[in-house]
């Protein structure tokens, strides 16, 4: 007679793809296809899709991701520098961005540059030997192109595989200006950023 422990642990482990082709009564590749949202799922039946993906979520069935990037040959992670983590600027970009990844189930780790390009080498390679599929960049001018695609916010320089999101800061300038003019305030101060930011 098992034990209780015995039991537990039984029930505890993670429900595989082919237990939910057991259940199921069908084979473990019409399941993975389904799952997977393979071309071949195409040729199966609506109702069979359909069975499948309700079983799915009733088994609570997880798809083992580092069996997927392994076969896909796919990581779903992109690789996030940033100035610092929590400044103003940044926090807002990166709460964007994890909202966009994050319906499309991709996830992202972040390296922290502080405008230092011997830094930004040292992440951007650490991030590399992780397994990410490209890079987003805050608040750089990077110095050179990155070994990976990249999205540069807000990039201003031309590199080869960088595609930068550039910010019109003299059409804001313009904005704020004429708001402060509009209200009647005739002695204005400005205070300008840092001269390694990219903002």
């Known amino acids: ?6 039991r537990r642990s039984k029930e505890e482990r993670p429900v595989t793809l082919k237990a939910v082709a057991q ?14 949202d393979s071309p071949a799922a195409k040729h199966i039946p609506q109702r069979t899709r359909s069975r499948i993906l309700a079983a799915v979520r009733e088994l609570n069935y ?3 991701f580092f069996a997927r990037s392994l076969r896909k040959k796919r ?3 992109v690789g996030i520098l940033a100035n610092e983590i929590g400044d103003a600027y940044g926090s807002l970009v990166i709460s964007g961005v994890e909202n966009f990844l994050r319906q499309r189930q991709y996830f992202f780790l972040t390296g922290i540059h502080r405008h230092d390009p ?14 990410v599929e490209g890079f987003i960049t805050i608040d750089l001018n990077l110095p050179h192109s990155l070994p990976l695609p990249t999205v540069a916010v807000a990039g201003h ?11 019109d800061h003299r059409k804001a300038a313009w904005m704020a200006l004429k708001h402060l003019l509009d209200l009647g305030h005739k002695q204005i101060a400005f205070m300008k950023g840092l001269p390694a930011s990219a903002e």
């Not at 011997?118 to 992780?130: A, C, E, G, I, M």
């Open 157 to 167: 320089r031309d590199l080869p595989g960088v595609t930068n999101v550039v910010l």
């Open 75 to 77: 990581t779903y992670t």
């Open 1 to 6: 007679m098992k034990s209780g422990k015995d």
């Open 118 to 131: 011997k830094l930004l080498d040292s992440y951007s390679q650490l991030l590399l030997q992780r397994g």
């Open 23 to 36: 259940h199921l009564r069908l084979s473990p590749g019409t399941v993975s296809a389904v799952v997977n």
């Open 62 to 64: 997880q798809p083992n």
